[in-house]
């Protein structure tokens, strides 16, 4: 039995490289950008009014002009209009040009107008009001690197830049596989000693958050069924997540299977509560990861957290997050093990308070939906007091 | 031009009802319930095991007996067995119904097996090891109340209690719609004086963070095709998000346009940086809301956060997240407005410290990438200083 220090290390040092491929801009949200994607013109692209008003030069202020003829409208999708006199002035919109021989914006507001003319009403800053060409970012800038998780506002950058196909990582295949002989189907009525399958079906509810669509398939507790089933999964997918059959039972098929299989066990058995019998291994032929959680609900989730969002993040480039939170409650320690204990945040005052959350034991699934992550407390000697700072991990 | 406050208030008192639909389990991810989810039996439905090793009966126990002969094995997924004799034992695995008669499991770790023969190794206390029936809920509790987002973890509440079907709530038809003429599709090469549409693509992307799936529309600025086109929009969808076209230049005929549509004006201009040209209205008969937002690319963003969002929680019945940041840098006061300042937060010993993202005006689109949401900064005399707390909307 390892540690979970240990257990983490050994994960993330079994990554994956998941290729690229080339999805269009509208279905590219929440995936990670596999190239550099560069300003293709300047930020703006020309000197653009940001108030509607008058376009005037600088030029005619300092020699005393104060009342302007207007001499044209410039508005937004107009080409570049040309100011032909120092005593005149354009009138201009919002995301217009700043015409040729102009160089300062005077607002609505700031202004009379009167039988073609405008007077303005007071002071005037040369240059004002002008967003100019280039002054957010010039041509060739790195706007979004590589590995760049694509959201709203990213959205809105690879669009300025024209980018309707954008290079994303691909998502790894996953392939979720529940065993047990007591779990049925969810439309189906349960007989005293049967439950429902929910484990599968959170864990791909969670993976939809990733972007994966799982493929899930449930296995009875027969060797010969789950051996020549997992052999053409390996087959299939990129990784498997596993959810029972790995603890001490004499129906806990899946480390033997896994070694007939050829998936070399990297790990069995980690110092954690919940999620004791974790079992985590690769079948190095065909460079399929294989993640085999315990059964229990709590466990189950816990694990997918702790270990298979670290492992993706690092296999799909980008940062794992680190949080932490500041205990709202006094916890035991339970030496030798690193405990994950359920917890509600609350953010008073910038400050993230985690409380414990009353749980019935791992199997207890209705805790799951009364906290917002775990905290991890590793093992020490002394209990845990309210106001120490700890890890959180967000579910 | 009203406050931020008010305009705040006057937004969340024009909700609407979207009404309730069932969606099949596999597609009710990130949806808002609209029933009550109650246990349909106990949970644990059955006395449980917990570990793998033996059942016995603590009378046996209390007589004295360490060593107990193995009368049969139950696994997950049997009918429940009967313990015949107090010096007798099942071997029983993890998920299986605790036998008749018996009452306290022990784990393999704890004894020595042999002959058919299992005997303790160590003390035993009476009921260990058993998850008992009904421990963490009773049949009929209310187990995920009406207005729960649903999550992984409730998924698996819904699958335990055989929802195939969820009720939820609708989420409303949203129509986003652009103006301008300097606006060309993503796919085209633009002219000097043109930019390619990013604002309705980044709304559309942030709405797919809700589960909506908006229709984007682009409209050119003249009158007579914006009444046209909004005039079947109004009829057609729930909420219309614009984005553009309500400042005050020649062709911002958004206000004029609703007006002979019939959409009342609840507020046209709030005293807040950027967005100060926001213009919120209702079609009373249609009760189809508008939100027009200014198009610079932060205003439109800031305010779809500040106000949509928001508007949106209170619509389907869910909690309006309020968080609360400690600023890191000093920023000024622009009297007499709110501003909305865009910062990049970290998480550092359990407080959310919030830096200030340098952006050059409201027209740069390139800011928002750096930064993960907006804090709020009230209007007063002095400036914030480093260290104060302030509300903050995650983007």
Same mark, same amino acid.
């Given at each position: 039995?390892?540690?979970y220090d240990e257990a983490y290390a050994n994960?993330?040092? =079994?990554?994956?490289?998941?290729?690229?491929? @080339?999805?269009?801009?509208?279905?590219?949200?929440?995936?990670?950008?596999?190239?550099? #994607?560069?300003?293709?013109?300047?930020?703006?692209?020309?000197? +653009?009014?940001?108030?509607?008003?008058?376009?005037? /030069?600088?030029?005619?202020?300092?020699?005393?002009?104060?009342?302007?003829?207007?001499?044209?409208?410039?508005?937004?999708?107009?080409?570049?209009?040309?100011?032909?006199?120092? =005593?005149?002035?354009?009138?201009?919109?919002?995301?217009?040009?700043?015409?040729?021989?102009?160089?300062? #914006?005077?607002?609505?507001?700031?202004?009379?107008?009167?039988?073609?003319?405008?007077? !303005?009403?007071?002071?005037?800053?040369? $240059?004002?009001?002008?967003?100019?060409?280039?002054?957010?970012?010039?041509?060739?800038?790195?706007?979004?690197?590589?590995?760049?998780?694509?959201?709203? $506002?990213?959205?809105?950058?690879?669009?300025?830049?024209?980018? /309707?196909?954008?290079?994303?990582?691909?998502?790894?295949?996953?392939?979720?596989? @529940?065993?047990?002989?007591?779990?049925?189907? &969810?439309?189906?009525?349960?007989?005293? =000693?049967?439950?429902?399958?929910?484990?599968?079906? %959170?864990?791909?509810?969670?993976?939809?958050?990733?972007?994966?669509?799982?493929?899930?398939?449930?296995?009875?507790?027969?060797? $010969?069924?789950?051996?020549?089933?997992?052999?053409?999964? !390996?087959?299939?997918?990129?990784? #498997?997540?596993?959810?029972?059959?790995?603890?001490?039972?004499?129906?806990?098929?899946?480390?033997?299977?896994?070694? /007939?299989? *050829?998936?070399? *066990?990297?790990?069995?058995?980690?110092?954690? *509560?919940?999620?004791?019998?974790?079992?985590?291994?690769?079948?190095?032929?065909?460079?399929?990861?294989?993640?085999?959680?315990?059964?229990?609900?709590?466990?189950?989730?816990?694990?997918?957290?702790?270990?298979?969002?670290?492992?993706?993040c690092r296999s799909l480039g980008i940062e794992?997050? +680190?949080?932490?939170?500041?205990?709202?409650?006094?916890?035991?320690?339970?030496?030798?093990?690193?405990?994950?204990?359920?917890?509600?945040?609350?953010?008073?005052?910038?400050?993230?308070?985690?409380?414990?959350?009353?749980?019935?034991?791992?199997?207890? !699934?209705?805790?799951?939906? =009364? %906290?917002?992550?775990?905290?991890?407390? +590793?093992?020490?000697?002394?209990?845990?007091?309210?106001?120490? &700072?700890?890890?959180?991990i967000p579910t």
């Open positions: 039995m390892i540690n994960v993330l040092s =079994h990554t994956l490289d998941f290729d690229q491929e @080339s999805v269009s801009l509208g279905h590219c949200n929440g995936r990670i950008l596999a190239e550099d #994607v560069l300003a293709d013109r300047d930020f703006p692209p020309f000197d +653009r009014a940001t108030k509607d008003g008058i376009a005037i /030069s600088s030029k005619g202020l300092e020699k005393g002009v104060r009342t302007f003829k207007i001499e044209g409208v410039a508005s937004a999708g107009m080409p570049q209009h040309t100011l032909h006199e120092l =005593h005149n002035c354009i009138e201009i919109m919002t995301g217009a040009v700043v015409p040729k021989n102009a160089d300062t #914006v005077v607002m609505y507001e700031h202004l009379n107008i009167k039988d073609g003319m405008a007077t !303005l009403l007071q002071d005037v800053k040369k $240059a004002q009001d002008i967003h100019f060409k280039g002054s957010d970012v010039v041509l060739g800038t790195v706007l979004l690197p590589k590995n760049t998780i694509i959201g709203p $506002a990213e959205i809105g950058i690879l669009a300025s830049v024209g980018k /309707s196909e954008v290079r994303v990582k691909k998502t790894p295949k996953v392939c979720v596989v @529940s065993t047990g002989n007591e779990l049925i189907a &969810v439309s189906e009525t349960p007989l005293p =000693h049967q439950i429902r399958r929910s484990n599968a079906l %959170s864990l791909c509810a969670a993976l939809q958050k990733e972007k994966i669509e799982a493929t899930s398939i449930h296995l009875k507790d027969e060797k $010969a069924t789950i051996k020549k089933e997992l052999s053409q999964i !390996l087959k299939t997918y990129d990784v #498997v997540l596993l959810s029972g059959g790995v603890s001490k039972g004499k129906f806990d098929f899946i480390p033997e299977v896994m070694d /007939s299989l *050829k998936v070399k *066990k990297v790990f069995h058995r980690v110092a954690q *509560k919940p999620g004791k019998p974790f079992w985590f291994g690769i079948q190095p032929t065909l460079k399929t990861i294989v993640f085999s959680f315990p059964g229990n609900p709590v466990s189950t989730f816990a694990n997918y957290h702790v270990y298979f969002i670290p492992w993706l794992i997050s +680190r949080e932490e939170v500041v205990l709202d409650g006094s916890l035991e320690v339970h030496l030798p093990l690193t405990r994950f204990v359920q917890v509600k945040t609350e953010n008073k005052k910038g400050v993230l308070w985690a409380r414990p959350v009353r749980e019935n034991g791992s199997g207890d !699934l209705t805790s799951l939906v =009364h %906290s917002d992550g775990f905290i991890c407390l +590793r093992p020490r000697e002394k209990a845990y007091e309210k106001g120490e &700072v700890v890890p959180y």
